[in-house]
C-alpha cells in the first residue's frame, strides 16, 4: 500500500503502525528495514538515528516494543577503541497471541445469534488486532451460513438490555418467530394483534450458540427466558426492577448464575425438580456435560447406573427424549408418566402403517 506524503510529525505513529502490520515474536525488523518500508509505503525519508529516537520514544510513552542489543568495537578518530551498542530486531510485543485471537474468531464464527453482516464485520476488527501475516491465515478460516439469524437488532438489543439491567429498569419489546415462509414475523394473539411483552430483565448469557435473557414476565411470578436474537422494538421503561429473590423458584436468594445454568440445561423456563433416572453407563460423559458433576450416581451395574440431579423439569424431559431408549425417569412419577404418554403416543404414529405408507408416498 502506498501512503501520500506525510509531514514528519506523524513520524512517530507511521512507525508504530508499521511495528503493528508486520512485527511479532517471529516476525521482526531491524532500524534499516524500518526505514525502508517508510520510504516504500509512506513516502517518509529518515535516517537510522531518527528511527532509533523514535522508537526509544514510543517505549517511554508505555508501548510494549521489545529489541535485541549486540555491542560493535569500532576506532574513533583518536585511534581510541569503542563500543556502540546496536539496537535491532524490534517487534511490538501484542495484547492478544495469534492462538487467543483465533479462539475468540471462532466464537463469533460459530456463535448462531449473530448476523451475518456483523459476524464477518467482528471477525476483521479481530483480526485487525493482529498482523498482516496472521491475516492471511484468516482467509482460510470457513464463514457460517449467511442465514445464522434475521434479526439485524441484535447488537442494540444487547446495549438497551445492558443498561437495563444495569438501572434495574424493566423493559418491554415485541418477540418474533418463523413461520411456513421461512422468515421472521411478530408474534401474535388470537385476535390478531401483535403481542406485547414487559419484563424484569436480571442477566444475560450465552447458550449453545444463543444468546437469551433471564427475566420475569411481569404477569406472573416465575422466572423466563427468552431468545436475544428474537426480540424487537425493544425500549426501556421507567418503572424499577423488581427484585429476583421474591420469585418462585428463587428461594428467597439473588440470582445464582452458576446454579441457574446447571439446572437450565436447554433454557426452559419453570420448575426446577429433583431427577432420579437410570441411565446406560456409555452416555456417563454426556451426563456429566449436561448436568455437571454435581450429579449423585448410585446402584451402579455393568451397564447401568442411576443417576440424581437437580434440573429444570422441562429441560430433563428434553434430555429423555433427545437420550431415548438409554434413560428411564423414576422420579418424579409425573414426569415418568408424562414420558410413557408422549412415548406411546409417538409409537402409535409409527405403527400406523397404512398412514406412513400413504405420506411416504406423497
Known sequence: MMYTKQPKKLTIMNILDILKRYTDENHRLSQKEIQEILEREYDMKLDRKAVKRNLMNLIEFGYDINYSESVRMFRDKDGNEQENVILSDFYLEREFTDSELRLLIDSVLFSNHIPYKQDKQLVEKLSSLSNIYFKSRVRHI??????KTDNKQLFY???????????????????????????????????????????????????????????????????????????????????????????????????????????????????????????????LSDIIDMFGKDVKFSDESDQQITVTADVNELAMEQFAKAYTPYIEIIKPVALRERMIHNLSAGLEKYKDRGDNQDRLSI
Not at 142 to 147: S, V, W
Not at 219 to 239: A, F
Open 157 to 283: 438489543n444487547i446495549e438497551l438490555l445492558d443498561e437495563a439491567i444495569t438501572k434495574s429498569r424493566r423493559v418491554k419489546f415485541r418477540y418474533l418467530e418463523y413461520r411456513s415462509d421461512k422468515k421472521l414475523h411478530k408474534r401474535r394473539h388470537s385476535d390478531g394483534t401483535v403481542r406485547e411483552y414487559e419484563i424484569n430483565p436480571y442477566q444475560l448469557v450465552a447458550k449453545e450458540g444463543k444468546y437469551y435473557l433471564i427475566c420475569n414476565n411481569v404477569k406472573y411470578d416465575t422466572v423466563s427466558n427468552y431468545r436475544v436474537d428474537r426480540m424487537t422494538d425493544m425500549e426501556i421503561l421507567p418503572h424499577k426492577r423488581r427484585a429476583f429473590n421474591t420469585l418462585i423458584g428463587s428461594d428467597g436468594n439473588q440470582l445464582d448464575l452458576n446454579a441457574y445454568m446447571e439446572k437450565h440445561i436447554y433454557m426452559f423456563a419453570g420448575e426446577n425438580i429433583r431427577a432420579v433416572f437410570r441411565a446406560e453407563k456409555f452416555i
Open 142 to 147: 470457513a464463514r457460517m451460513p449467511e442465514d
